[in-house]
């Protein structure tokens, strides 16, 4: 590779990448989540591959990588969605906030309350607008929030829905755009107010208006708590992240740093060769 | 004119070739085949509508006493009123056993059921049951409950032979419903930290009910018309009571086939008359199906 060649195409990434102000983050208070020595098996194969790696509270962690690289399926462990799949082993250790979430007596439905989660597809129930975001604290029956139609309204103006649903609360979820919908998933996400927010690409459904939302979205989420997002959009990841996770073929967690290193001086050439379109 | 043009004309000219008649001559045994349908239909409600002309014209019964009078030996005064209750009832007890025994049956095959061989063998002959004559039913209870259970020939054992005919039928049409609910539903709803029963009963069973509800209305409407199975379990009663659950009871259809059995032509031309009433009610009753099906129907957009 020729030195030209290296520099055209680190501009390309730095010119095209505007990041969020990424200012008003508060202070690293330490990590939420620590992965050790994770293994996971679907059947006989291999999805991750001896992963360690500790989330920041308060933080956007970006997990990015080529497809089937296992980046979901980490982002599963994390709030132990993967036990719905039958096949499914897994190895090794997730902790939150130091409990390690595959013990015995660790109840996955108690562990999903205190870690939100978006999807790919935007899925919100067939009910009311309403009824979608009070779903998570009326399933949770939780005493904490007794007025749970301002906490709705609340996690709709987190979720910057709010304006654009106000007077339709009583309409169903399904009748909104794709974007709103997300929207919507993610204010059904937050309002039970979680301390974690797992999201899996969310935005690789939507059109470019709508994904920009979402990103501004996330951005301001972030003030509140600690984000991790999968994601196919490397500019995205750029945009939006603190610190960046890349997964490689394999289940391999290839490296894992503030995002501007990773974009601008990986140590690992394959990540290089990864960022800048030669590989995956 | 260039050549081109003209080899051109000659592409796009409406021909009569040997496959445009192939097609013509296809198109035409199509249409006379769903005729032949249409116009059976129209031959039945024609030939019942008639009947029931002749019964109310030439043999003076009327109507409203046909539907106020009970069951008789006495041609002047045999009703159908009794055979009415008898269905209605039936309906009644038939559509809570095969609801709770189908829909429950179908949640636990598609929401918690392994997916293991057993599962499968299980759901393949579900198929296989739907299929099975209902005459069978009606031996089984016959054995089994009238004779077995010592409950005698009353109306409930009539239920539960027409409940066992339909059960089947509602499991199906349940699961497939069930099956049109996206998994993707059902993660959101996990990932919200529900539990699994509250994710059945808040959001699948939700969901999924039009299409239940509509399987379950039409396969009321074949047990409500079904003759075979009550006869086995001796509906063939008459008696000026209307019956109750517990008692010795007809049915719209076996009261139908009673009269048409008589030799008196003003028992025939009643029967042609009670049809009339049980094909009035199995329309509504599809009628009801499709409205709740439009109505009520979730559209996922997926």
Known sequence: MSETDENGSEELITTEVQPKNKSARKDVTGTVVDVEELDVWYGDEKALDDVTMGIDENRVTALIGPSGCGKSTFLRCINRMNDQIEVCRVEGGVRFKGKNVYDDDVDPVALRRRIGMVFQKPNPFPKSIRDNVAYGLRVQGRADYTDIEARCEEALREAALWDEVSDQLGSSGLDLSGGQQQRLCIARAIAPDPEVVLMDEPTSALDPVAESKIEDLIDKLAESYTVVIVTHNMQQAARISDKTAVFLTGGELVEYDDTQKIFENPDDDRVEDYITGKFG | ?302
Not at chain 2, 17 to 38: H, K, P, T, W
Not at chain 2, 63 to 79: I, Y
Not at chain 2, 160 to 168: G, R, Y
Not at chain 2, 224 to 239: N, S
């Open chain 2, 1 to 302: 004119m260039t050549v081109e043009e003209s080899e051109n004309e000659t592409i796009l000219d409406r021909g009569v070739s040997y496959e445009d008649v192939r097609g013509r001559l296809f198109l035409a045994v199509c249409v006379a085949a769903s005729f032949f349908g249409i116009a059976m239909l129209a031959l039945l409600l024609w030939d019942v509508i008639a009947t029931t002309y002749s019964a109310i014209f030439e043999f003076g019964v009327n109507p409203r006493d046909f539907l106020t009078q009970t069951s008789s030996r006495n041609v002047e005064k045999a009703g159908f009123y009794s055979a009415i209750v008898g269905s209605l009832w039936l309906m009644v007890i038939v559509s809570v056993i095969a609801f709770f025994v189908g829909v429950g049956t179908a949640v636990y095959l598609e929401e918690y059921a392994p997916d293991n061989r057993w599962t499968r063998l299980f759901e393949a002959n579900l198929a296989n049951l739907a299929g099975v004559p209902s005459v069978v039913y009606g031996l089984l209870v016959l054995g089994v409950v009238v004779n077995g259970a010592g409950i005698g020939p009353i109306l409930l054992a009539g239920a539960v032979a027409l409940a066992l005919l339909i059960v089947p039928i509602i499991i199906v049409s349940s699961i497939e419903a069930l099956r049109a609910v996206p998994d993707s539903v059902r993660q959101g709803s996990a990932a919200a930290g529900a539990t699994k029963w509250q994710t059945i009963r808040n959001v699948v069973l939700p969901a999924a009910m039009p299409g239940i509800m509509t399987g379950t209305i039409l396969a009321l409407a074949r047990a409500i018309g079904e003759t075979a199975p009550l006869i086995m379990v001796g509906a063939l009663f008459i008696t000026t009571r209307t019956p109750g659950p517990f008692d010795r009871f007809g049915a719209m259809p076996t009261e139908i086939y009673t009269w048409a059995a008589q030799p008196e032509r003003q028992f025939i031309a009643m029967a042609g008359f009670g049809i009339l009433v049980l094909l009035v009610v199995l329309f509504s009753m599809q009628g009801l199906a499709v409205y709740v099906r439009r109505r009520y129907e979730v559209e996922f957009g997926e």
